[in-house]
């Protein structure tokens, strides 16, 4: 067979999608300039005091000192106090200091709430209110890697203004502000389990150090409470004693405080039910805020104007006056208005600007970033960009009249200054939501031309295999243009845009190949049809389906309720089956020989057969709706689905769960699923014969896959364990939270490692009459077969392959150990596990890939994989009673040609997976847990930890794209059900039962078919990834476009990215498969001839 | 020459029971076609008289009682129209306990393809335990619409059924209009589960409202087509013998 072409094309269509994608993710997804100054004390010289001559760093601040404490995730809730509520919920009512010294001293403190701009992850809050700009998307794939902020912030302003900053607590800061800390002391974050080592080291430094002198800010970052969150929701005792421990800890900073300290307690995000951030719902962006001092910090009482919602922005500019530093340049925040004086009031208040002077430096910060902005980069509209410069004109005409006149800044200039910087603020926020048409249109012609192509190569596969060299034009093409393009843009504007040299070179060699395939068709079909596969059956209604599913993505509802809509058309598309195949009369026997047909036009099959088959079918069916029923109980919920939802009680940690006895049938639940998969596949393998060669693939089979799962059933075991139950033993467990999965994943890495080494599971027996030799190693007789000398190597293979097989055969009927060989001359040698030789190695692989998937996954998903094997076996098993059943009407299988429907059901089977093993298509629900699998300490790197989320992530796709050609090789193996039992027939019909070994007889038919599902199973992935490209330009102005279009899109492309690599891979392994059963029968051709 | 002159005489054959079956095909449609008509209009009957006779009746309000007056019209009307025009397999006993026999064998199917209907809508994602009812009046109403209809024209015969619904199954034009407004009736509550999820808020959203509304006018447009339909393709129907 063509092995090499099969591939080449593989890679190029999946290449293609790549480009496609990656053009149009180029232009979608939004992208922010940085402004690399720094702002500098003459930039905030006051008009008036330019006359008196007293620079403003200089001049007497407001506030010698600060201490900001950073509560992660410390939720608006949390810091709330409500004296009548009786029975507060754990989270409730911890932190009574906060109301207390509000109601005391109202004019020291007041509480606020914080609202956080999405995405609300850690990191970017942190660069958040320390730049005090707005994030763009793209920033929060950077969670990994928090590499060094370069805008101007607060930190830097400090560090300028001689401040001597401290810092502990969570070592993202010493990640995003390297070397600009007076001193640092970091204690690591990742560990999400970890809720005391961060909290800890900061109490035992924090009070010695606000006793010394050697520290103007100091910065806490407490994560007790997002890990908290994270580990047990916020519903839980553990966040109650959190809590409470955190009253404790403001408390007592609060009687270290001094007259000239500033104390600031804020949270950098909220969580939602769940204790998950990283969304835009109000619970996770309204955050606290809490301003103390024990000088008077609010020169007016409180009044209805003064805002209680306040933009984490704001913060930056507010601190920076209070702390007499200028204002980060690049900060788009407002100052807090209520903690200035108003005018005339200045001098009563010890230093620092009033309410207009604090205004007007802000709206001339704010106005020159704007500036230098607009100079940089051309994505604020010109239209808004002057209104925004006419309004700062008539702001600064208005305030600098009023200064020379002497009088106070009125109300009214005070208001219009707030107007300005909100609506600067606006102009941002929507601009930086900018996009690149072009090349998102670009991007969306590519991947329609390469759906294009895909259905053009699996129309066309055996023509195109059987011409062989189809593919060097295009792929040459391909290259020259983008070297033209690339040179081009060399010449005329200087650099190389990567995007436009990679979408040229896939649209040329597209278009290209498309071109040359129309005209060979046209051709063809003038000449002779022979080209023509099969017509297609079910393509209708699986066409339909894929069609709902397409228009599904482009209606918010439907992304959101995406879990159970998959598995309606899934159900739908699974009961339509049967319906179809009786419409055609096929499902139930012809009710007598009909004697008007004229015999021998169609095959035929016995009576028998077809009840039979039938009745595999529906039984599968059966199988498919119970698991797909089953599976909904799995599913986790989004935040949009508000309370009508009921998260799956399969998705928490066995450590979350309280009660003993539910953890205990959880955790039995998981080890008999466990069990069921590995034995599941064990017994399939014993089945068709394919555990008893002495090869390593069966090594892999026999002892590494049961030995794997055992060490996953004892990791679970120790990590479902109580936090405090065995003390004596704490060394241990920890030991073994690292090593028992490190082993499993070694033992599957070695499973599979051989099962690339030597992917044949074939033993081949030579009988003696006498009796059966049991090892391989004795010596045998020489076999006679039947092939004689006089003829080709081909014709003698020819031979072989049925009389082997048919041994085989016999041998899985009577045992291995009787065999009636020698009685009529036949020759005595058996090949076990012959018919499966090219299923059983990527089962294996698919098993053995899919234990590695699961260790990954909280513990009591282990049901779902095993929902997720027996679907996928009810799906094949479908597959392969309609193809025995459609051949009545005609040679169906000779082609080997899988239909449309069961490559749209697989690929719907994955999706709905993805959904059934827990994953949503957002951001926050991504299962960072899986990180920590055998890494109980975290990691020191990013590039293991993202993998193994990734991994974790898309485990349903990985799983059902690498067993896609499964689906090729399940009709094959399920031949022998019919003729096992109908072999009474003799020797004649035993030259049907060969399995496998068909597709080795016709390896032109065997490739082609191999490129047509693959590049089938591309297109119906790539129809999907399209569907959601096309709601992301479409709907980019959509109120649910961040919320939902933009992580769909992403969670799909990624899905497709992953999901085609591991077909490659399926691919490849049955190209290995293919190569080694080559070499075997190279191997035994020269003993038959001897 | 003998299989010629057989051919030649088939072709003969089929040409004159074609000519001399059109006028019987006419009266045959016409009465289809006007059996549709009354029992799409029990139907609105059904929407219409209780809206007038009871207060507070409306579709969406007090929905399972519409769904059940419609249910049980349809079911009295298709009964008796089947029986007047006496389409029913012909029986070859006419004994009492024969007929008793099937008649408690028609409950027992109705009631089992009840079970069945509730069973498949609940894999389909209906909710199990809450709105049970609900779910089970849309079984209820779906059988009406389907299973009733085979029990009329072909009696308590699951394999008859079976067979009436293949490509070639049909052996009248009552078989015919069966399959059509039986696919259009499920075909109908199957697109009318789509608007569900949908964030409309509509009254008309609320399970299993948009199902048995989306049957409802299945059936009807079914019961619509399906004289049309067979008077267009007259020419290509050709019905076996029984």
């Known amino acids: ?1090 | 020459m003998n299989y010629q002159l057989n051919l030649f005489s088939t072709y003969i054959y089929v040409c004159f029971s074609r000519i001399s079956s059109l006028s019987m095909w006419d009266t045959e449609i016409r009465g289809m076609a006007s059996a549709h008509a009354i029992i799409a209009s029990s139907i609105f009957m059904a929407t219409i008289l209780p809206a007038i006779l009871l207060e507070k009746f409306s579709v969406y309000g007090s929905h399972l009682v519409w769904l059940y007056s419609v249910a049980g019209s349809v079911a009295v009307v298709n009964i008796a129209v089947f029986w007047l025009l006496g389409i029913s397999p012909p029986t070859k006993r006419h004994t009492l306990s024969h007929k008793v026999s099937k008649l408690v064998r028609s409950c027992l199917y109705f009631l089992l393809s009840c079970l069945f209907f509730h069973t498949v809508v609940v894999l389909y994602g209906a909710p199990l335990l809450e709105s049970a009812l609900e779910t089970f009046s849309l079984a209820v109403l779906l059988s009406t619409m389907t299973t009733l209809r085979c029990l009329c024209m072909l009696g308590p015969n699951v394999q008859a059924w079976i067979r009436v619904f293949s490509r070639d199954g049909a052996m009248s034009v009552w078989d015919t209009s069966l399959q059509i407004t039986t696919g259009c009736s499920v075909l109908g509550a199957w697109l009318g589960a789509f608007p569900i999820p949908l964030d409309w808020d509509r009254p008309w959203q609320v399970w299993p409202i948009s199902c048995t509304l989306g049957s409802t006018v299945g059936f009807l447009t079914g019961l619509l087509v399906a004289p049309v339909w067979i008077h267009w393709h007259r020419k290509q129907l050709i019905y076996k013998s029984k």
């Open chain 1, 1 to 1090: 067979m063509k092995r090499l072409p099969v591939l080449a094309f593989l890679v190029w269509v999946c290449a293609l999608f790549y480009v496609g994608i990656f053009l149009f993710v180029g232009g979608f997804l939004l992208v922010r300039l940085e402004v690399n100054r720094t702002s500098t004390c003459e930039d905030v010289l006051l008009p008036s005091s330019a006359g008196s001559g007293s620079d403003f760093c200089h001049a007497q601040p407001r506030f010698r000192r600060a201490v900001v404490l950073i509560i992660d995730a410390l939720k608006a809730d949390f810091a709330r106090y409500d004296p009548s509520n009786l029975s507060p919920r754990p989270y409730e009512n911890k932190l009574p200091v906060l109301d207390e010294l509000v109601a005391s001293r109202p004019a020291h403190g007041r509480l606020f709430t914080f609202q956080a701009d999405p995405p609300t992850t850690t990191m970017q809050r942190i660069k958040g209110f320390t730049t005090g700009s707005l994030p763009t998307f793209i920033d929060v794939g950077n969670n990994f890697a928090s590499s060094a902020i370069l805008e101007d912030n607060l930190i830097h302003q400090l560090g300028q203004a001689g401040k001597r900053v401290v810092f502990m607590g969570d070592d993202t800061w010493e990640n995003l502000f390297p070397k600009k800390f007076h001193r640092s002391l970091p204690f690591p974050s990742f560990n999400v389990k970890d809720l005391h080592t961060v909290d800890n080291g900061i109490l035992q430094h924090i009070y010695p150090t606000m006793k010394g002198d050697d520290w103007d800010v100091l910065i806490a970052h407490f994560l007790g409470v997002d890990h908290c969150g994270h580990r047990y929701g916020p519903d839980h005792p553990a966040m109650a004693d959190k809590l409470t421990q955190m009253n404790g800890v403001i408390r007592s900073v609060v009687e270290h405080l001094q007259n000239d300290t500033l104390l600031v307690v804020m949270g950098d995000h909220g969580m939602t039910d769940t204790g998950d951030h990283g969304g835009e719902s109000p619970k996770e962006t309204e955050a606290a805020l809490f301003l103390y001092s024990p000088s008077p910090l609010f020169p007016a009482p409180e009044t209805k104007a003064d805002p209680t919602v306040v933009p984490q922005t704001d913060l930056v500019p507010t601190l920076a006056l209070l702390l007499g530093v200028p204002i980060p340049y690049s900060s788009v925040g407002q100052v807090l208005l209520p903690l200035f004086p108003l005018p005339g009031q200045a001098e009563g208040q010890g230093g620092g600007p009033d309410r207009a002077e604090a205004l007007w430096i802000n709206v001339k910060q704010v106005n020159r970033f704007l500036e230098t902005y607009s100079s940089m980069a051309k994505d604020i509209p010109p239209d808004r960009l002057s209104e925004l410069q006419a309004a700062f004109a008539r702001v600064s005409a208005a305030y600098l009249s009023a200064l020379h006149q002497g009088e106070p800044a009125s109300p009214e200039l005070i208001r219009s200054m707030q107007a300005y910087l909100s609506s600067v603020r606006d102009t941002c926020r929507a601009s930086w939501a900018r996009f690149h048409p072009v090349k998102m249109a670009a991007g969306l012609v590519l991947l329609a031309g390469a759906c294009l192509l895909c259905y053009v190569l699996s129309e066309l596969s055996s023509a195109v295999l059987a011409e062989g060299g189809v593919l060097r034009a295009p792929l040459v093409v391909g290259l020259c243009v983008a070297g033209c393009v690339a040179v081009a843009q060399l010449s005329s504007q200087g650099y190389v845009d990567v995007h436009w040299c990679l979408a040229a070179a896939a649209a040329s060699s597209e278009v290209l190949f498309l071109w040359r395939n129309c005209r060979r068709s046209n051709r063809s079909s003038s000449s002779s049809q022979k080209g023509r596969v099969a017509p297609p059956r079910l393509l209708s209604a699986a066409l339909v389906v894929l069609l709902l599913r397409c228009a599904s993505l482009l209606s918010d509802s439907y992304v959101i309720a995406e879990g159970r809509a998959v598995t309606f058309l899934l159900c739908s598309l699974g009961l339509y089956v049967p319906l179809r195949l009786n419409w055609d009369g096929l499902l139930l026997p012809p009710p007598a020989p009909d004697s008007q047909k004229p015999p021998g036009a169609l095959p035929g099959l016995p009576a028998w057969v077809v009840r039979r088959e039938g009745a595999a079918l529906c039984l599968s069916l059966c199988v498919l709706v119970g698991s797909l029923y089953l599976s909904l109980a799995m599913h986790a919920c989004r935040e949009e689905q508000g309370g009508t939802c009921q998260p799956s009680p399969f998705l928490s940690p066995l450590a979350r769960v309280q009660d003993s006895r539910l953890r205990n049938m959880h955790y039995l639940l998981s080890v008999a699923a466990l069990a069921g998969w590995t034995h599941l596949l064990y017994r399939w393998l014993r089945h068709y014969g394919n555990l008893n060669s002495p090869g390593v693939a069966v090594v892999a089979a026999r002892w590494l896959l049961p030995g794997a799962a055992v060490l996953t059933g004892l990791h679970w075991a120790v990590g479902s364990a109580p936090e405090d139950a065995f003390r004596g033993l704490a060394e241990l467990i920890r030991l073994a939270q690292s090593a028992l999965p490190r082993a499993a994943c070694a033992v599957l890495g070695l499973g599979a490692a051989l099962l690339w080494l030597d992917p044949l599971t074939v033993f081949l027996k030579h009988r003696a009459p006498a009796g059966p030799h049991r090892a391989a190693s004795a010596p045998p007789p020489p076999p006679s077969y039947r092939a004689s000398i006089g003829i080709s190597p081909q014709a003698e293979l020819h031979h072989l392959i049925p009389q082997l097989y048919q041994r085989i055969r016999r041998s899985l009927e009577d045992g291995p150990a009787e065999g009636g060989a020698g009685e009529d001359g036949r020759p005595a040698v058996e090949a076990y596990g012959l018919g499966t030789v090219y299923s059983a190695p990527l089962l294996l692989f698919a098993g053995l890939l899919g234990l590695g998937l699961l260790l990954l996954h909280p513990e009591s998903m282990a049901p779902a994989f095993l929902l997720l094997l027996l679907e996928a076996a009810a799906l094949l098993h479908i597959h392969a009673a309609c193809s025995t059943l459609y051949s009545q009407q005609g040679d169906y299988s000779k082609a080997f040609s899988v239909p449309w429907a069961p490559v749209v059901l697989w690929s719907l089977a994955a999706t709905q997976f993805f959904h059934a093993t827990g994953h949503l298509p957002t951001f926050p629900s991504l299962q960072w847990g899986a990180a920590f699998v055998g890494f109980p300490d975290g990691h020191t790197g990013t590039l293991l930890p993202a993998t193994l989320v990734t991994l974790n992530t898309f485990s349903a796709h990985i799983l059902f794209a690498v067993a896609c050609p499964l689906l090729l090789f399940w009709p094959l193996v399920c031949e022998v059900r019919w003729n096992r039992s109908g072999r009474s027939g003799g020797g004649e019909e035993s030259e049907d039962v060969i399995m496998e070994m068909r597709l080795r007889e016709n390896p032109q038919q065997f490739s082609s078919a191999l490129l047509q599902l693959a590049v089938r199973y591309l297109l119906v992935s790539g129809a999907q990834v399209l569907a959601s490209v096309c709601a992301a330009a479409v709907l980019r102005r959509h109120l649910m476009v961040w919320q939902v279009f933009a992580p769909k899109l992403m969670f799909e492309a990624s899905g497709f990215v992953v999901g085609s690599v591991c077909l490659l891979l399926g691919v490849t392994l049955i190209l290995r498969v293919d190569m080694a059963v080559s070499g075997w029968f190279k191997r035994l051709l020269p003993d038959t001839s001897r």
